[in-house]
T-cell receptor, first 116, second 113 residues
């Protein structure tokens, strides 16, 4: 399995500002994903972070609101732009496993965002 | 298209009694199925997975699940609940021709002393 860390673990932000969340993996992985978990809800996929090209966004999510970078095979960032209270959620980074577990997702600890 | 139904939003059991968390799925192709657990203020941890090998899958912390194709089910069980099992549990399906993982709505497990 992969070990995934996220920064920050939590933050409280003002409306209209932006926050960049970092995701670091301890090994090179092909697939990285960003999810949102709204309070009391299940996980919703925001996008797949592609190394060396633009992220692939799911329906309802756009690059202007959630720009994503993936400069290499171990690191990605998600920015939540022009935040509103509706963006208050847990944001989770995940990866597909390396050899022997290529079909399994592993998750970071999440970033708990509160927007005032 | 894939989908996952978790029939109970909340299950409450007494410590030492069996746990049953129900999951039904739909998938156009042969699926992979997973159970994840999320403790309060924590990320998701993989409990177990089914990927077309043995239909009875054993996971961590004494949990197991049985894949029943005829019933399109993948229910999670544990013989004896422990207080530390109190958490949110998610059933997840991925068909083997796709990339995306589809999450169920989750079941909150409470364990009473």
């Amino acid at each position: 399995s992969a070990v995934i860390s996220q920064k920050p673990s939590r933050d409280i932000c003002q409306r209209g500002t932006s926050l960049t969340i970092q995701c670091q993996v301890d090994s090179q992985v092909t697939m990285m994903f960003w999810y949102r978990q709204q309070p009391g809800q299940s996980l919703t996929l925001i996008a797949t972070a592609n190394q060396g090209s633009e992220a692939t966004y799911e329906s309802g999510f756009v690059i202007d609101k959630f720009p994503i970078s993936r400069p290499n095979l171990t690191f990605s960032t998600l920015t939540v732009s022009n935040m509103s209270p509706e963006d208050s959620s847990i944001y989770l980074c995940s990866v597909l496993g390396t050899s022997g577990s290529l079909d399994t997702q592993y998750f970071g600890p999440g970033t708990r965002l509160t927007v005032l | 298209a894939q989908s996952v139904t978790q029939l109970d939003s909340h299950v409450s059991v007494s410590e030492g009694t069996p746990v049953l968390l129900r999951c039904n799925y739909s998938s156009s192709y042969s699926p992979s199925l997973f159970w994840y657990v999320q403790h309060p203020n924590k990320g998701l941890q993989l409990l177990l997975k089914y990927t077309s090998a043995a239909t009875l899958v054993k996971g961590i912390n004494g949990f197991e699940a049985e894949f029943k194709k005829s019933e399109t089910s993948f229910h999670l069980t544990k013989p004896s609940a422990h207080m530390s099992d109190a958490a949110e549990y998610f059933c997840v399906v991925r068909d083997n021709y796709g990339q995306n993982f589809v999450f169920g709505p989750g079941t909150r497990l409470s364990v009473l002393p």
